[in-house]
């Protein structure tokens, strides 16, 4: 029983409930069988889809929209090597700087999470990319919002969500993020500047590391999470195989540890942007 394994949607807050978080997913699900079978012959694994406001929430922690459903056939090829992209990517023109606002006033975020954004944004900004971020205190003009999750998803384990780069080139535009990371779980800055920095991955069209084996990292049976209509496209130069140890910032499932982003993790961005 991994009593370290947290996934970064629903499984397990805590190990004792990794069997009954996935049965509530189960009993909660209201989605129609036709939709069960487009996901299904997209490519992706129907296994815990979850029916939420935009759209449907798949492999734990990514959001599919009615419209992104509504626009995309069938895929087929799912290969099992390590680092994948979406087919949209952010486009760039060789340069470009994603604003991501997130609320710091009384019903918003803590300091704690605040400074796991910002270490998250300097991740990716000491990486030398043709995209940076940066955080405004303009809600309006942000590329990507963090919001609250539900009181509800927080409660039952959640720790983010987010979705894939739109058809045209710009990054999803929320982040939905637990605000109880520090005061429930005990996570330093890193850890969750590790999670933010996931969804903020997932944002600009990074897959799961393991995405073709979550096992790899949440532990349970072998379960792939297909290749769905966005894509799973090898980003070459990384291996094949994922492995827990080498901790990529991308794995499916965390221990809310630190996973700062490793070789290949940042050889994948580097050929990304
Ligand atoms: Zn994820």
Same mark, same amino acid.
């Given at each position: 029983?991994?009593?370290? !394994?947290?996934?970064?949607?629903?499984?397990?807050?805590?190990?004792?409930?990794?069997?009954?978080?996935?049965?509530?997913?189960?009993?909660?699900?209201? !989605?129609?069988?036709?939709?069960?079978?487009?996901?299904?012959?997209?490519?992706?694994? #129907?296994?815990?889809?979850?029916?939420?406001?935009?759209?449907?929430?798949?492999?734990?922690?990514?959001?599919?929209?009615?419209?992104?459903?509504?626009?995309?056939?069938?895929?087929?090829?799912?290969?099992?090597?390590?680092?994948?992209?979406?087919?949209?990517?952010?486009?760039?023109?060789?340069?470009?700087?994603?604003?991501?606002?997130?609320?710091?006033?009384?019903?918003?975020?803590?300091?704690?999470?605040?400074?796991?954004?910002?270490?998250?944004?300097?991740? $990716?900004?000491?990486?030398?990319?043709?995209?940076?971020?940066?955080?405004?205190?303009?809600?309006?003009?942000?590329?990507?919002?963090?919001?609250?999750?539900?009181?509800?998803?927080?409660?039952?384990?959640?720790?983010?969500?987010?979705?894939? #780069?739109?058809?045209?080139?710009?990054?999803?535009?929320?982040?939905?993020?637990?605000? !109880?990371?520090?005061?429930?779980?005990?996570?330093?800055?890193?850890?969750?500047?590790?999670? !933010?920095?996931?969804?903020?991955?997932?944002?600009?069209?990074?897959?799961?590391?393991?995405?073709?084996?979550?096992?790899?990292?949440?532990?349970?049976?072998?379960?792939?999470?297909?290749?769905?209509?966005?894509?799973?496209?090898?980003?070459?130069?990384?291996?094949?195989?994922?492995?827990?140890?080498?901790?990529?910032?991308?794995?499916?499932?965390?221990?809310?540890?630190?996973? #700062? $982003?490793?070789?290949?993790?940042?050889?994948?961005?580097?050929?990304?942007?």
């Amino acid at each position: 029983m991994s009593n370290l !394994i947290k996934s970064l949607f629903a499984f397990a807050a805590f190990g004792f409930l990794f069997t009954s978080c996935s049965e509530e997913i189960n009993s909660n699900i209201e !989605i129609s069988e036709g939709v069960i079978q487009q996901l299904e012959e997209m490519g992706f694994n #129907p296994e815990g889809i979850e029916k939420i406001e935009e759209g449907y929430l798949i492999e734990r922690d990514i959001v599919i929209t009615d419209e992104f459903l509504q626009n995309h056939g069938p895929e087929t090829n799912v290969p099992n090597v390590e680092q994948y992209s979406t087919n949209n990517l952010v486009s760039t023109n060789g340069s470009r700087n994603i604003t991501m606002y997130a609320d710091e006033g009384r019903r918003g975020y803590s300091p704690a999470m605040i400074a796991g954004l910002d270490e998250a944004i300097r991740r $990716f900004n000491a990486e030398n990319l043709e995209i940076t971020f940066s955080r405004i205190t303009n809600k309006r003009a942000a590329d990507i919002e963090m919001t609250r999750l539900s009181k509800r998803d927080e409660r039952r384990g959640v720790l983010g969500s987010a979705g894939f #780069p739109t058809a045209g080139g710009d990054p999803y535009g929320e982040i939905k993020m637990s605000g !109880i990371l520090e005061s429930s779980y005990g996570l330093s800055t890193d850890g969750i500047a590790t999670i !933010i920095a996931h969804e903020m991955g997932h944002c600009i069209g990074f897959r799961h590391t393991d995405y073709f084996d979550r096992s790899i990292s949440c532990g349970g049976a072998t379960s792939n999470e297909g290749s769905g209509g966005v894509g799973a496209n090898h980003i070459p130069g990384t291996p094949t195989g994922a492995s827990l140890n080498a901790a990529s910032w991308m794995l499916s499932c965390t221990d809310g540890s630190d996973r #700062p $982003f490793n070789n290949d993790d940042q050889t994948a961005l580097d050929f990304l942007y």
